[in-house]
């Protein structure tokens, strides 16, 4: 098993930056890994996921703002956020998933099955 603890979140205000961390228990280099979110009254949306070779994709809101990156060696998941607005206001969460067939990655939640506890963004305007 695979353990996740996230941190980085706070209050920023619109325009500003924050870094987030999630910290694996175990080896993450073969693993599906990614971030999601939660907005009060909204679905769980995946916002970045990066594949065992650093592949990436984002959801099309971020894209451009935010970069994920891992570091194998450290067992560790990043998320730079810049330019945060207010509609990134969530709960931001990690999570590490097993690649499909040839190592593919999805970014679906179902996909992943690891889950961190969740750190909060708050972005005021």
């Known amino acids: 098993d695979v353990q996740l603890v996230e941190s980085g979140g706070g209050l920023v205000q619109a325009g500003g930056s924050l870094r987030l961390s999630c910290a694996a228990s175990?080896?993450?280099?073969?693993?599906?890994m990614g971030w999601f979110r939660r907005a009060p009254g909204k679905e769980r949306e995946g916002v970045a996921i990066?594949?065992?070779?650093?592949?990436?994709l984002y959801a099309y809101s971020v894209k451009g703002r935010f970069t994920i990156s891992r570091d194998n060696a450290k067992n560790t998941l990043y998320l730079q956020m810049n330019s945060l607005k207010p509609e990134d206001t969530a709960m931001y969460y990690c999570?590490?998933?097993?690649?499909?067939?040839?190592?593919?990655?999805?970014?679906?939640?179902?996909?992943?099955?690891?889950w961190g506890q969740g750190t909060q963004v708050t972005v005021s305007s």
């Open positions: 999570a590490a998933g097993r690649t499909v067939g040839r190592g593919a990655c999805f970014a679906a939640p179902s996909m992943y099955t690891y």
């Open positions: 175990g080896y993450i280099s073969t693993y599906c």
């Open positions: 990066i594949d065992p070779d650093s592949e990436t």
